[in-house]
Structures are given as C-alpha cells and as structure tokens.
T-cell receptor
Framework: RKEVEQDPGPFNVPEGATVAFNCTYS??????FFWYRQDCRKEPKLLMS???SGNEDGRFTAQLNRASQYISLLIRDSKLSDSATYLC??????????????FGAGTILRVKS | DTEVTQTPKHLVMGMTNKKSLKCEQH?????MYWYKQKAKKPPELMFV???????INESVPSRFSPECPNSSLLNLHLHALQPEDSALYLC?????????FGPGTRLTVL
C-alpha cells in the first residue's frame, strides 16, 4: 500500500462545476499536509497547506481528518486554467530547516468549456 | 518572492560526459533539495541539504554528486549517466514545512 494514495482520475468537468479530490495517508505520524498543482512539463507549485481546522483560499477549500487519515480538496466554480495534476503531499519527517515530503501519484483534472 | 531558479532549462548529454545542474534561491531558506521526476510520476527525493550540510541521501547512485557551495546555491554534478537517468530534475528550498520548487532542468541522456 502506498503511503499517500489518490484517485488518478482523470476528472473531466465543465467550467463552473464544483469538483472534489480525496486523498488518504497511511502514516499516522505524518505531521503536515499540502496540495500542490503541477501543469504539464512544469514544476509543482504549492497550492495550499492543509490544517485540521480546514482552510479556504478563494475557490479552493482543503480539509484534514486525522481520525480517518483523509485529506480533501474542493474546487468551486472551476476554470479552464484549473486543468492540471493535483498532488496530495504528506510531511513524513521533519528536521530543523529541512523535511521529507511524500507525494501521492496525483489526480488529473481537465476542465472543459 | 518565492522564486527558485535553475539552469540550464534543458540539457542533452552523452553517457561519457560530465555536466552540472545549478540551483539558486534568495529567500534565505536553510534547506535545499534535489528531486528527480519521470513522466507521469510524482517527484522522488534524491538529496537534502540543511544548513549547507548533506543531511539526506536517498541511496542515489554515485554518478550523481551534490554540492552546496553556500546557503543560496545548490549544484548537482553528473558523470557517466545512463539513458534511464533522463528525467526532469527539480530543485526546491524550504524554511519550515513548505517547499518551493524551481522550474527544473529537463535532462536527456543519449
């Protein structure tokens, strides 16, 4: 079993739709979680950190459920520019000024007009 | 400014060549990383430098040799690579939990 698991998709949605991605992690010692987006042939870009209290940034909402070891990302009012691969990431180990990230395989989102 | 820069953007090299990848950040981050990413796969950690010292080597073959000349710079020296080493090489930096990636160097080994 992979340490961070995501549905690879693709999720094909029309513009304006709401779409939700889920992710599970197996290492209960994981301390922090993130969503990155990666466009084709580009670097991963940090979309948002995920907190137990949930956090929202514009059209994006992230939730963490530690009891179920489950992370989600909700995108409202999808735009064509949201088309990308979304990577669910767990912080496995932390050192002072350094850390180890564990990446899920990514979920592909395609937003169509 | 969350910018990490990498040079070159593209590199083609033969199996007998020696080349270097360069990474720079001016965010004052004290940890820097090298990742390798193959197509349709997530990034794989190779090395971590913390306070300019190598703190993690994820069992990377010795044909990859990292170097951290100062807190802003990170190099990856390449020698006698194999075609299967062709990939996107990403540099990242962090000053806490959040890591920021550079645009990567797309390496092709012939």
């Amino acid at each position: 079993r992979k340490e961070v698991e995501q549905d690879p998709g693709p999720f094909n949605v029309p513009e304006g739709a709401t779409v939700a991605f889920n992710c599970t992690y197996s290492n209960s010692a994981s301390q922090s979680f993130f969503w990155y987006r990666q466009d084709c042939r580009k670097e991963p870009k940090l979309l948002m950190s995920v907190y137990s209290s949930g956090n929202e940034d514009g059209r994006f909402t992230a939730q963490l459920n530690r009891a179920s070891q489950y992370i989600s990302l909700l995108i409202r009012d999808s735009k064509l520019s949201d088309s990308a691969t979304y990577l669910c990431v767990a912080l496995r180990g932390y050192m002072e000024y350094g850390n180890k990230l564990v990446f899920g395989a990514g979920t592909i989102l395609r937003v169509k007009s | 400014d969350t910018e990490v820069t990498q040079t070159p953007k593209h590199l083609v090299m033969g199996m007998t060549n020696k080349k270097s990848l360069k990474c720079e950040q001016h965010m004052g981050h004290r940890a820097m990383y090298w990742y390798k990413q193959k197509a349709k796969k997530p990034p794989e950690l190779m090395f971590v430098y913390s306070y300019e010292k190598l703190s993690i080597n994820e069992s990377v073959p010795s044909r990859f040799s990292p170097e951290c000349p100062n807190s802003s710079l990170l190099n990856l020296h390449l020698h006698a690579l194999q075609p299967e080493d062709s990939a996107l090489y990403l540099c990242a930096s962090s000053n806490g939990n959040e890591q920021f990636f550079g645009p990567g160097t797309r390496l092709t080994v012939l």
